[in-house]
C-alpha cells in the first residue's frame, strides 16, 4: 500500500459515500452530496429513484447507482434497462448484482450473460461494477465470476451489497477478487467496513475503491498527511 492511501485524502479519493437505505429521503440524498463534498470523496452512489439530481450542487462529485439491488434476482433485461435509464438520468457508474444463485449453482454461462446485457445496454463508457455478494461463495466462484465479468467487459468487480445476511467485505475475499483480476479492474469492498483499521486492510488486501455509508467515522480515523 502506498504512503499516500494511509492517509485520509488518499483514502477518500477512493470512497463511494453511500445512501441506499430503503427509507431514504430527497433531503436525505441532498445530506449526503453536502457531506461527500466536504469530505473530498470521489463519489456518492445511491438508489436509481433518486436520479437525476439536479436540485443539489455536485460539484464534481461522481454519481454511481445501483441496479437489480439489493437481490440479484431481476431478469437481466430488466437490469438492463434500469442501468441504461439511470445512465440517461446523470449516473456516471453501475453497481449490478449479478444473479447470486447462478454463481453458487456454477452456472458462470449465466452470470456471464447477466453481465453483458448490463454493459451492452449501457455502452462502453459508464464504469461497470459487478456486485458478487462474496460473503455467498466459494472462493472457486468468486474466482470464476471475477472471470466472467472481466470477460463481460467490467470494469470493476465488488464483494458485496451490504443487505445480505451472510456478511460483507472480508480481507480474504478482497485479496482473492484483487489476485484474480491482476490490475486488468478495480476491486470495491463494501459491507461492514466502519473504522479506518478495516479500511486500511481492506486497501492493502488489494481494493481500489471503497464502498461505505459512515464516511466520516472512517476518514476521521485516519491522519491527514502520512
Known amino acids: ?31 449526503l452530496v453536502a457531506e461527500a463534498r466536504d469530505l473530498g470523496v470521489l463519489a456518492v452512489c445511491v438508489s436509481p429513484s433518486m436520479l437525476p439530481m439536479r436540485s443539489v450542487d455536485l460539484g464534481g462529485l461522481v454519481i454511481a447507482t445501483v441496479v437489480g439491488f439489493p437481490s440479484g434476482k431481476h431478469h437481466s433485461l430488466v437490469k438492463g434497462a434500469e442501468a441504461r435509464l439511470a445512465v440517461e438520468q446523470g449516473a456516471d457508474e453501475i453497481d449490478m448484482v449479478i444473479d447470486v444463485g447462478a454463481a453458487v449453482a456454477g452456472e458462470y454461462n449465466a452470470v456471464l450473460a447477466d453481465i453483458l446485457t448490463v454493459r451492452e445496454a449501457i455502452g462502453p463508457g459508464p464504469v461497470l461494477k459487478v456486485i458478487l455478494e462474496s460473503a455467498t461463495l466459494s472462493d472457486d466462484a468468486i474466482v470464476a465470476t471475477c472471470r466472467a465479468a472481466e470477460q463481460a467487459g467490467a470494469n470493476f468487480v465488488k464483494t458485496s451489497t451490504g443487505f445480505h445476511p451472510a456478511g460483507g467485505a472480508s480481507v480474504h475475499a478482497v485479496r482473492l477478487m484483487a489476485d484474480t483480476v491482476g490490475g486488468r479492474l478495480g476491486v470495491k469492498a463494501s459491507g461492514g467496513i466502519r473504522t479506518a483499521d478495516a479500511a486500511l486492510a481492506m486497501i492493502e488486501a488489494g481494493a481500489t475503491r471503497l464502498g461505505l455509508s459512515g464516511s466520516r467515522a472512517v476518514l476521521d480515523g485516519l491522519p491527514d498527511q502520512s
Do not use: C, F, I, Q
Request: net charge negative; proline share 3%; no cysteine.
Open 1 to 31: 500500500m502506498s504512503e499516500t492511501a494511509r492517509n485520509r485524502t488518499g483514502v477518500a479519493g477512493m470512497v463511494d459515500h453511500t445512501l441506499l437505505k430503503p427509507e431514504a429521503s430527497d433531503a436525505d440524498a441532498r445530506a
